[in-house]
T-cell receptor, first 115, second 113 residues
Framework: DADVTQTPRNRITKTGKRIMLECSQTKGHDRMYWYRQDPGLGLQLIYYSFDVKDINKGEISDGYSVSRQAQAKFSLSLESAIPNQTALYFC??????????????FGPGTRLTVL | ELKVEQNPLFLSMQEGKNYTIYCNYSTTSDRLYWYRQDPGKSLESLFVLLSNGAVKQEGRLMASLDTKARLSTLHITAAVHDLSATYFCAVDGSGGSNYKLTFGKGTLLTVNP
């Protein structure tokens, strides 16, 4: 079984709809992240969380919100989706620096299309 | 603001040839990561470079880090088709807390027979 899972894997929605992307992990990591990937732009950090009570905005948080329901679950919401939020969304997890492997592990991604 | 530039962005090479991908970044950091992404797939960690002068090798790929020059290189030796993918470097701009990775735009590598 995959260590980091995301649901749904693909989603098509309409402008103005609220949608939620979910991420679950079995790696036991405290740190979780949400990124979006646009063609030719690499990955950009949306939100990150160090534990259930510690959530922080990344570089492109406008239009997004998150919820850390448990150590293993981190959800990303688009309150009112707009077409320029069409992108590939990745969840990632990691240990704190100096513990474990010092890298982030990525989920399989969710392809979101907003019409 | 940390900026990470990769070049080239597109690389088409023949099997058996050598080439280097460059990753430059704009502010001090001594933590740099290389990832590989196959089309439609997730990112796979290749190398973690945590200090000046760090060198890591895996198969036909070798990565190095020069923190004084703010430069990392990913060298490909005797390329094979299976190396075709997009390669990203990412720099930790958090002062060592590993929570704010800034990614380059990626290098799309195509290895031709």
């Amino acid at each position: 079984d995959a260590d980091v899972t995301q649901t749904p894997r693909n989603r098509i929605t309409k402008t103005g709809k609220r949608i939620m992307l979910e991420c679950s992990q079995t790696k036991g990591h405290d740190r979780m992240y949400w990124y979006r990937q646009d063609p030719g732009l690499g990955l950009q950090l949306i939100y990150y969380s160090f534990d259930v009570k510690d959530i922080n905005k990344g570089e492109i948080s406008d239009g997004y919100s998150v919820s850390r329901q448990a150590q293993a679950k981190f959800s990303l919401s688009l309150e009112s989706a707009i077409p320029n939020q069409t992108a590939l969304y990745f969840c990632a997890t990691s240990d704190p620096p100096g513990q474990g492997t010092d890298t982030q592990y990525f989920g399989p991604g969710t392809r979101l299309t907003v019409l | 603001e940390l900026k990470v530039e990769q070049n080239p962005l597109f690389l088409s090479m023949q099997e058996g040839k050598n080439y280097t991908i460059y990753c430059n970044y704009s502010t001090t950091s001594d933590r740099l990561y290389w990832y590989r992404q196959d089309p439609g797939k997730s990112l796979e960690s290749l190398f973690v470079l945590l200090s000046n002068g760090a060198v890591k090798q895996e198969g036909r790929l070798m990565a190095s880090l020069d923190t004084k020059a703010r430069l990392s290189t990913l060298h490909i030796t005797a390329a094979v088709h299976d190396l075709s993918a997009t390669y990203f470097c990412a720099v930790d701009g958090s002062g060592g807390s590993n929570y704010k990775l800034t990614f380059g735009k990626g290098t799309l590598l195509t290895v031709n027979p």
